[in-house]
């Protein structure tokens, strides 16, 4: 069973720029959280969503902002980027409406501003 | 709020033996999960093992026993025989409650070496 894939593995932006980070889940699950562990800062949450909608969300600027596809792949975006946005985002799944908490988790796209 | 504290920052052990890893929580949610993952140098999330608050027994699994003490708050991890490929760092999280979605809040993370 292939796990959870994230693309890219790296990603180098200029501040201000934007950034698009994609997450694909494990087969059969259906929500999706996005974490951010910056240095320093441990794993931050940031968006969980199930079943296409944001159902929450972390204490994030607005400029953070992502979806879910019908296949449950889902995508963060991140806007007018800052220096401090320079961390490891690291997608998990997990199946939903089950009382399986499990979450699991992808490899992670590195995001360096400069 | 929710809290999860692991006060080791760094842990040596020797290769065959048992460390114990720290972790306490704080919580008014009377239903919660804890878990235990491990992340390698690579960054990927490794889940390790699982413990519900109405679990009456401490989870196990392989080499790893979750040492679950309620009225404590405290939710240790055990890996018994160590290996050099259990170097790591190790993150204690807790599950909020099911109508949060289940996000996790996790700890500072302890630095794990095994040495040879």
């Known amino acids: 069973e292939a796990g959870v894939t994230q693309s890219p593995t790296h990603l180098i932006k200029t501040r201000g720029q934007q950034a698009t980070l994609r997450c694909s889940p494990i087969s059969g699950h259906t929500s999706v959280y996005w974490y951010q562990q910056a240095l320093g800062l441990g794993l931050q949450f940031l968006l969980w969503y199930d079943e296409g909608e944001e159902r929450n969300r972390g204490n994030f600027p607005p400029r953070f902002s992502g979806r879910q596809f019908p296949n449950y792949s889902s995508e963060l975006n991140v806007n007018a980027l800052e220096l401090e946005d320079s961390a490891l985002y690291l997608c998990?799944?997990?199946?939903?409406?089950?009382?399986?908490?499990?979450?699991?988790f992808g490899p992670g796209t590195r995001l360096t501003v400069t | 709020a929710q809290k999860i504290t692991q006060t080791q920052p760094g842990m040596f052990v020797q290769e065959k033996e048992a460390v114990t890893l720290d972790c306490t929580y704080d919580?008014?949610?009377?239903?919660?999960?804890l878990f235990w993952y491990k992340q390698p140098s690579s960054g990927e999330m490794i889940f390790l093992i699982y413990q519900g608050s109405y679990d009456q027994q401490n989870a196990t699994e392989g080499r790893y026993s979750l040492n679950f003490q309620k009225a404590r708050k405290s939710a240790n991890l055990v890996i018994s025989a160590s290996q050099l490929g259990d170097s790591a760092m190790y993150f204690c999280?807790?599950?909020?409650?099911?109508?949060?979605?289940?996000?996790?809040?996790f700890g500072q993370g302890t630095e794990l070496s095994v040495k040879p």
């Open positions: 998990a799944s997990r199946p939903g409406h089950t009382r399986s908490y499990e979450q699991y």
């Open positions: 919580t008014s949610d009377p239903s919660y999960g």
């Open positions: 999280a807790m599950r909020e409650g099911y109508n949060q979605g289940g996000k996790l809040i």
